[in-house]
């Protein structure tokens, strides 16, 4: 059984997926104008939250000058601030903003991970990388023993836990929740600017996920 650290340090010096080991490399060299003089991390990256939650969040994959320029999944940019705030409003989450790894965030009883750990261009993971990934999900998931719903974010994310955890793919759908025995899985439209800014996912839409989350699990 390893450690989350030794996991995460694995994770972390992982390049098993040549096209995304280039790709991380070339965004963090070839920065935005608007990132321009920061220092992009620019490598695989772990999940991150209480080891001993009971909330498992599940994500597609780290956002290319996101989580890939800040070195945490869902920081620094518009996804990782509706999950922060949100994640704060019902008591998952210290401080309602994510920017930077030294901002003080601190998650209760919350796990947050990713199908996939390096930026993938266009944000489309192939079969074989998403597949390669997958093997750090399951140690992630031997260690985290007391997870009892798993929110994912997502259709990708919401097929992966699937596999992860054995049982059928059903219809995929905005707060739907799927119950097994001694664990739930509960969906969500991803916190995209494609979905937040369309009106596909609206606030309140968002907050209600979280709200039933909140009650299916254990500690909060």
């Known amino acids: 059984m390893k450690t989350i650290q030794s996991l995460n340090m694995k994770i972390t010096r992982c390049k098993k997926c040549p096209r995304l080991a280039v790709y991380i490399r070339d965004v963090a060299k070839n920065k935005v104008r608007r990132f321009k003089d920061e220092k992009y991390y620019g490598k695989p990256l772990s999940g991150f939250g209480d080891i001993k939650a009971n909330l498992l969040i599940v994500g597609l994959a780290p956002a290319a000058h996101g989580g890939n320029r800040t070195g945490r999944m869902f920081t620094g940019d518009s996804s990782g601030d509706w999950v922060a705030k949100v994640m704060h409003k019902h008591g998952f989450a210290s401080i309602p903003t994510s920017q930077s790894l030294n901002d003080g965030l601190v998650l209760h009883n919350a796990y947050i991970t990713a199908a996939v750990r390096c ?72 916190p995209s600017k494609q979905n937040t800014q369309t009106g596909r996912l609206t606030w309140a839409q968002w907050s209600a996920v979280f709200a039933k989350a909140k009650k299916l699990s254990k500690k909060i």
């Open 119 to 190: 930026a993938p261009p266009q944000n489309k993971p192939t079969k074989q990388e998403m597949d390669t990934c997958f093997r750090y999900l399951e140690q992630e998931k031997e260690i985290l023993k007391n997870i009892t719903i798993v929110l994912c974010l997502g259709k990708i994310a919401y097929d992966t836990a699937c596999k992860l955890y054995g049982v059928k793919i059903e219809k995929f759908g905005h707060n739907k929740l799927f119950s097994y025995d001694g664990f739930s899985i509960l969906t969500s439209y991803h």
